[in-house]
């Protein structure tokens, strides 16, 4: 079964500098898609930003942008010019892109990493 | 329009009573999740249905039962509460058939809290 492991509990970070969250993950599978999930006060699951893991480009949307390693199996995620909405639980999960089984459907979550934002 | 969306946004409750949360999403897909999410913010898989079938069943106690009416709903319904059912319960859908692997993510609601007292 697939793992992933956020080792930073909680980050914070001064408004308008770069913070980076960190992510591994643990697989026999060449080929998974990952994704990191910002969760606001507000409980709603927000998707940030998705890596194939067959496409070697770091993906990036905006003021995000993700450092995926394959080999070293890690995925952090680098939030540039922190803003003060940026301040929210940050999950990084797994996707296995097999097709068929239990284990094509679901993501596997990473127990979170809490961001806050000093102004 | 909200994508996927469940009902109540809050529920409290005394241990032993039933109760069911709904849920319904409007973006065509074909897979819904029910996800549990305790009071150290861990997300954790519990059921999903593809076109209506179940294919993922988690060690879920038996008083949780889902249902699927049709594919654009996922109710999950508890007998028996006890204190430890209190979590939010997240519903999600994700496009996906057992043919064909998505790069889709899932798509949340907004969360039910329960709360067993």
């Known amino acids: 079964a697939q793992t992933v492991t956020q080792s930073q509990p909680e980050m914070s970070v001064q408004e308008a500098e770069t913070v980076t969250l960190s992510c591994t993950y643990d697989?026999?599978?060449?080929?998974?898609?990952l994704f990191w999930y910002k969760q606001p006060p507000s409980r709603q699951m927000i998707l940030v930003i998705r890596?194939?893991?067959?496409?070697?480009q770091n993906a990036t949307e905006n003021r995000f942008s993700v450092n995926f390693q394959k080999a070293a199996k890690s995925f952090s995620l680098k939030i540039s010019d922190s803003q003060l909405g940026d301040a929210a639980m940050y999950f990084c999960a797994y996707r296995s892109s097999a097709t068929s089984g239990a284990g094509s459907y679901q993501l596997t979550f990473g127990k979170g990493t809490k961001l806050s934002v000093i102004p | 329009d909200t994508a996927v969306s469940q009902t109540p946004k809050y529920l409290v409750t005394q241990m032993g009573n039933d109760k069911s949360i709904k849920c319904e999403q409007n973006l065509g897909h074909d897979t819904m999740y029910w996800y549990k999410q305790d009071s150290k913010k861990f997300l954790k898989i519990m059921f999903s249905y593809n076109n209506k079938e179940l294919i993922i069943n988690e060690t879920v106690p038996n008083r949780f039962s889902p249902k699927s009416p049709d594919k654009a709903h996922l109710n999950l319904h508890i007998n028996s509460l006890e204190l430890g059912d209190s979590a939010v319960y997240f519903c999600?859908?994700?496009?996906?058939?057992?043919?064909?692997?998505?790069?889709?993510?899932?798509?949340f609601g907004n969360g039910t809290r329960l709360t067993v007292t």
């Open positions: 999600a859908s994700s496009q996906g058939s057992p043919y064909r692997s998505y790069n889709s993510p899932l798509h």
């Open positions: 697989t026999s599978e060449s080929d998974y898609y």
């Open positions: 890596q194939e893991a067959y496409k070697q």
